[in-house]
């Protein structure tokens, strides 16, 4: 009998619209993109993509703990809290539902990469700083990996968007994964 091959680590990638590819072709989302930059860097790494658009907190929670059981990621990307945001969703209750999700994770043996995301000001001072500052508190209690902004130089531009104002065009997707790589590339 020969030996058989263990399987390519998994990263697992937990996100909405952002992640899903809301609005362009799959192949050119940053996910995608991103299982390209592992094999050209080397890395035998395999990307599961189990974003999905309208995505909250409370929806990917219910969600994770089948997907870890399934793939058995070595690390989980989280890139949520966005619509939870633009539904003015409490932020106490964001941020218990991403200690679960990190919870789960980090039991299950992954590591976590945090991204972040940030509302309009028309979402008030209150709100507006107390959700911003989730994702730091987050990966500092657990030392997780954090991208700060996901949309750090895309938000503002309209170039970068799609005509809702909100989605990224398939032209920002390389700016996107380069907010992640450097974060996720000492979790390999």
């Known amino acids: 009998m020969g030996a058989t091959a263990s399987p390519a680590p998994t990263i697992l990638v937990v996100g909405d619209s952002l992640s899903a590819g809301y609005g ?11 299982q390209k930059k592992l094999a050209q860097e080397g890395y035998g790494h395999r990307v599961v993509n189990a974003s999905a658009s ?15 059981a399934q793939h058995r990621p070595a690390v989980v990307i989280l890139e949520l809290g966005g619509n939870d ?9 964001i941020h218990a539902n991403f200690e679960r999700m990190i919870g789960l994770a980090t039991q299950a043996g992954a590591r976590v990469l945090l991204i972040g995301m940030r509302m309009p000001p028309n979402y008030g001072p209150q709100y507006t700083q107390a959700f911003d500052g989730l994702y730091a508190e987050l990966a500092r209690q657990h030392r ?5 902004f996901f949309l750090d130089g895309i938000a503002l531009d ?4 799609q005509d809702d104002g909100i989605h990224p065009t398939a032209a920002a997707q390389p ?8 974060r996720l590339r000492p979790l390999l």
Do not use: N
């Open 24 to 34: 362009i072709k799959l192949e050119q989302g940053w996910v995608a993109l991103l």
């Open 54 to 68: 309208g995505e909250t907190t409370g929806g990917a929670m219910t969600r994770l703990p089948r997907a870890l």
């Open 85 to 93: 945001g633009l539904r003015g969703l409490p932020v106490r209750d």
């Open 144 to 148: 997780l990996a954090l991208v700060p």
């Open 158 to 161: 309209d170039g970068l968007l």
């Open 175 to 182: 700016a996107l994964l380069a907010m992640v790589w450097p």
